[in-house]
C-alpha cells in the first residue's frame, strides 16, 4: 500500500530521535526505476523553507532517485546553515545508494526557526536505508506525521499500473495546500513533463481546494515519482484521473484530521459567471472564522455566509444570491428563503451551496469548522 | 460628552423592545445647526444592509439632520421589504422633527437577515424624540451595544470648536471596518465636501487598521456631522488632526473590547518600499489565525509570522526579515536572533515589529488574539 503499491519503489519510517518522543520521524523513498521520471508542486509562500529550495532544484532536472522526508522540524528560516544541512541530508541519502545527491528530494516538516539535529538525522539515514522494504509504505507514512492523529495513505489500479500516496498535514490547510507534505508513486511509464502536467493539476483541484484555516507553510511539497516498473505506457486522460483520485483520497483524509476540526464543511459554489469566480467565493467562506464558528454550534447562520460572498470582486447581484445548509434553502433572492429550523447541522459532513445565478460554472472548495480546541492545539503547539 | 459634547446636538437612547432583554436598542442624534453638513463611510462589502444602502442616498446631499439608530437586528439581506422598514424609519423621525425624510440617516446592527419589529421601532422613535436632550449621548452611545460590554465614546477640545463620538461594535472588526457603527459630532463650520475628505482620511488610518478577524459586515457605518454652531472654520489640518484622535480613541476602544480577546496586538510593519506594502503585511499577519493562536499561548512563534509575510506581493527578501515581539529581536535576517526566552509576552498588549529591510515606510494594524471564548460567543450567537 502506500508509496510502495506500485513496483519499483522501496520504502522505510525509522525514529531518528528528532522528535521528543521516541516516535518515526524520518522515511525514506526509493525508486529503483527503470525510470527514475518525477515533478514536484511546491508552496507559493515567499518564505520558503531549505528543502523546498533544495527540491526544487532537483526536480528542474525532471529525475527523482530517492525522497527523504523528516518530522521534528521544519528546517524553515534557517539560513544559510539550515539550506547546508538540507544539503548535508541528501548528500547522505545519496551516498548510501550510490548515486547522485542531485537526484535526492528532501522535505522537512515541523517547528519552524529551528535547525534540525544533524548528527541523529544523519544516523536516522543509515537506519532508515538498512530498513528498505517493498512493505516499507505504511511504515515511512506513519514517520512524516507531526499532529496527524493517523497516517494517511491512499492507492488506485489503472489499466495495468498502480499509484499510490502518503501524506501528512492536520492543520494550517490553505490556498496551496497547508503544511503537507504528500509522494505519490506510480509504476506507469511516464516522461517527466507529463507527471508535471498531471500533478498540476490534480492538486489544483484537491490540495489546493483545502482551505481549513487560510495559513499557507513555508514546507509545502507534493512530489510524483515513476518507476516504469510496470512497462506500461497509460492513457493520458485515464492517468491523470487515477493520480486525481489518489490526491482527492489524501486531500479528504487531511481534511477530516484538520487540527480541532468537528466538522468537514463542503462549500460547494454553482451559478458562477466563471470557475475562477466559484473558487474565489468557495475561499471567502472558508475563511469566514465567523462562519465556521457558527457551523461549529450548528447554526444555520447564512447571513455570514452572504457576509463573506460581498468581500469578493465575483460576479454577482446580492439580491439573486440563493444559499442552501445541507440541502434547506434558507436564502433565496439574498433574503430568508425556507425555514431554518429545518437545517439538520449535527451530521460531521456539512454542504453549504452557494447559487451566485452568474453563469454555468461552480466549484467545491472544503474547511473545516473554527473550535475551541483548534485555539488550544496551536497555542501549545511549541511550549 | 459623547455626540452631544458640541453645541448645536440633541440625543437620546431608548428601549424599544427590538431586543430580547429589557435593554435600550434605539438612539436617536439631532443636528439642531446651524448646519448640517454631514459625510459617510461605508462598508465596502458588496452585500449591503438597507440602511446603508439608504444613509448612502442620504449623504449624496451632503446634509444630515438626524440619525437613528438601533441595535437588535442589522436589516440586511431582507430585501425590498427590508429596504421599506428603513425608509419607514427615515419617515418617521422626519415626521416627529418636522423636517425631510431625505436628510435623515439610519443605522442599524445585530443579526442579519429577519426584518425588525417595525411597530416596536416606530414607537421607540416617538419615545427617543421625546427624550431628547443635550446630555443625552451616553444613552444614545448605550443603545447601539451588542455584543459590547462596554459603551465607546470620545471627545477632543479644538481651536474654539469641539468634536464628540460614539461608536459600537465588537466582532467582525476588519478591512474596511467591522460590524461597527460610529456618529462623529463637531460644533465647527466645515462644509461637507471637507467633512468627506477629512474623514475617509481619519478612517483609512483607524478604523480601516483594526482587523480582528478578517470579516467584513454588511452594516458599517461611520458618520460626520457638522453643526456649525460654534461659529468656527478650523484650521484644515488642525481639524483632521482632531477628527483623527477621535477616530483613534475610538478604534482602540473597539479593539480592547473584541469578542473573547485577551490580547492587544500591534502589528507594526516599518522598513516597507511602500506604505501600502506595509498595511498588506499587517493586514496578512492579522490575518493569522495560527500567529493570534500563538500569542494567546503567550508563545513568540516568530516562524508563523514569517509565514504570514511570506504569503503577501510586498517587496521584500526572506533573508532580509527581522522581526521583533515586545521589542526582542528574535527573528534576524530571515533565521533565529535573539533568545526568544527574552520575550514577555505576559502583557494584554503586544507588539510585533516587523522589518521588512526594502524601504523607509510604515504602517501599524492592530489585531487581537484568537481565544476558545471568541469561538464560543459566535457558535452561539443567534440561538
Known amino acids: 500500500m502506500s508509496v510502495t503499491a506500485p513496483l519499483g519503489f522501496r520504502a522505510a519510517g525509522v525514529a531518528a530521535g528528532l522528535k521528543s518522543k521516541d516516535a518515526r520521524d524520518l522515511a525514506l523513498v526509493v525508486n529503483d526505476g527503470p525510470s527514475r521520471a518525477a515533478a514536484g508542486v511546491f508552496t507559493r509562500n515567499r518564505v520558503k523553507a531549505a528543502p523546498v529550495l533544495w527540491t526544487q532544484q532537483v526536480l528542474t532536472g525532471g529525475r527523482v532517485r530517492a525522497v527523504v522526508l523528516n518530522s521534528g522540524g521544519a528546517n524553515a528560516c534557517t539560513g544559510p546553515a539550515g539550506f547546508q544541512d538540507t544539503h548535508a541530508t541528501a548528500e547522505k541519502v545519496a551516498g548510501v545508494l550510490g548515486d547522485s545527491a542531485g537526484e535526492i528530494a528532501v522535505c522537512s516538516t515541523g517547528l519552524i526557526g529551528e535547525r534540525l539535529p544533524m548528527d541523529a538525522l544523519l544516523l536516522g539515514v543509515d537506519s532508515a536505508a538498512a530498513q528498505l522494504s517493498r512493505d516499507g509504505g505504511l511504515a515511512a507514512a506513519d514517520a512524516i506525521r507531526t499532529t496527524d492523529t493517523v497516517t494517511k ?64 507553510s513555508t514546507n509545502d511539497t507534493v512530489l510524483l515519482l515513476a518507476s516504469g516498473a510496470a512497462g506500461v505506457v497509460p492513457d493520458p486522460a485515464e492517468f491523470e484521473k487515477k493520480i486525481t483520485e489518489v490526491c482527492a483520497d489524501l486531500a479528504r483524509q487531511l481534511l477530516v484530521d484538520a487540527e480541532g476540526a468537528t466538522k468537514a464543511i463542503a462549500i460547494e459554489v454553482v451559478g458562477a459567471a466563471h470557475e475562477d469566480d466559484a473558487v474565489t467565493v468557495g475561499r471567502a467562506v472558508a475563511r469566514s472564522n465567523l462562519l465556521k ?91
Chains 1, 2 share one sequence.
Not at 498502480?162 to 516522461?191: N, Y
Not at 467545491?364 to 496551536?378: F, G, K, M, R, S
Request: proline share 4%; aromatic share 6%; charged share 25%.
Open 153 to 216: 495513505i491512499a492507492f488506485r489500479r489503472g489499466e495495468g499500473y498502480m499509484a499510490g500516496g502518503m501524506a501528512k498535514g492536520a492543520g494550517m490547510l490553505a490556498p496551496a495546500m497547508a503544511t503537507m507534505l504528500s509522494v505519490i508513486t506510480t509504476d506507469a511509464d511516464v516522461p517527466a513533463a507529463e507527471l508535471d502536467r498531471v500533478l498540476r493539476k490534480a492538486v489544483s483541484v484537491t490540495f489546493d481546494r483545502l482551505d481549513t484555516d487560510g495559513c499557507m
Open 293 to 383: 464558528c457558527a457551523i461549529h454550534g450548528e447554526d444555520p447562520n447564512w447571513g455570514r455566509v452572504l457576509a463573506a460572498v460581498g468581500t469578493t470582486d465575483a460576479v454577482f447581484e446580492p439580491d439573486r444570491l440563493n444559499v442552501a445548509i445541507n440541502g434547506i434553502w434558507i436564502c433565496r433572492g439574498g433574503a430568508a428563503g425556507d425555514d431554518r429550523a429545518k437545517v439538520d447541522l449535527r451530521p460531521r459532513d456539512v454542504t453549504i451551496t452557494i447559487d451566485l445565478s452568474a453563469g454555468p460554472h461552480s466549484a467545491t472548495v472544503h474547511t473545516t469548522d473554527l473550535t475551541a480546541e483548534y485555539v488550544h492545539e496551536n497555542s501549545a503547539y511549541s511550549t
